[in-house]
Structure formats: C-alpha cells, structure tokens
C-alpha cells in the first residue's frame, strides 16, 4: 500500500504507483484522471466550472475544465506518462439542486462532464470510463498500480470503473 495523495477542489496532481490519488465529495465537479497502464502514472484534477473563457478573474487554473485539463496532461507526461497511452476516466457531474425552469446553475453538473468529453476528444485521449450525472456525490480514487477508478457514495456499494 503507497500513500494516498489527496486532491482538493480545484486542485489537481500527479501519481505513481503504488500510490492512489483522491478526491473528497464530488458534487457537479468533475474528477477526471489520465492514467497510463505501462508506466503506472496517473494525475487527477477536480474542477468546478466548464469554461475559464466566460470568468475574469481566473487565477485558479485548476477551477475549470480547459485549463485544469490541459495543466493536467503537462504534468503527467512530465512525470514519464505517455501521450498515445493514456487514458482518462471521470466522474461526478451530478445534479445536487434542483433549480426551477431552466437554469444553467442546476446544469452545470452536465456541462461539466460534457466539456471533459469535448476536451479529451480535442486532445485525442480515450475516454475510457465515466460515473456521472444522478443527485449524489462521489468520493474517488484512481490507484496508480492497477489503473482502477473507485467511486464511493453515500450509502452505495463500491463502484470500480
């Protein structure tokens, strides 16, 4: 058993086996992870907002789906990940409020995973597993020596993708 390399919200990270790397209460943020199966590298970012591009003051790189991605991505492979190897997982995305009509702040659980689908599929990374939407939150784990993603809600079995 390695460490546990614990990632905040808007926060992101990079891991090797035999660590696991997590997230604590996914709500409508997204935990997405690059993993790549030969050298054991992963990385996690937990971002909260889809698009950097509609905020001004956006220090905070890994607060957003663009950005925290990209940043993501420059640090596994720095860490001896492989560009065609790596694969991404991601979860959370969930519908916490329920907002009346047909307001963006209820959706923004929805855009959050879409613009992870838009971006991976930008960057031409395979999205190979995904546990989102639903009202609840997640806490997950990517662990570095087997590649598996483990989804933990409240009152819910396990979940390994």
Do not use: W
């Not at 789906?65 to 959370?92: C, F, M, W, Y």
């Not at 329920?98 to 960057?123: F, T, Y």
């Amino acid at each position: 058993m390695g460490e546990v390399i614990k990632v905040g919200m808007a926060d992101l990270n990079i891991c090797k086996a035999p660590n696991t790397i997590t997230t604590l209460g996914l709500g409508s943020c997204i935990g997405l992870t690059f993993y790549d199966p030969v050298t054991k590298v992963g990385g996690m970012v937990h971002y909260m907002l889809p698009d950097s591009t509609k905020v001004r003051n956006n220090s905070n790189i890994a607060k957003f789906a663009d950005t925290g991605i990209q940043e993501l991505l420059k640090k596994v492979l720095a860490a001896g990940a492989s560009r065609n190897r790596l694969v991404a997982k991601i979860a959370g995305g969930a519908r916490m409020f329920e907002v009346n009509g047909m307001s963006d702040i209820g959706n923004i659980g929805a855009r959050n995973a879409e613009a992870a689908k838009k971006i991976l599929a930008q960057m031409r990374i395979k999205l190979i597993a995904e546990d989102t939407g639903l009202n609840y939150g997640r806490t997950v784990e990517l662990h570095c020596d087997t590649g598996e993603f483990y989804i933990k809600s409240v009152g819910k079995p396990v979940k390994i993708i």
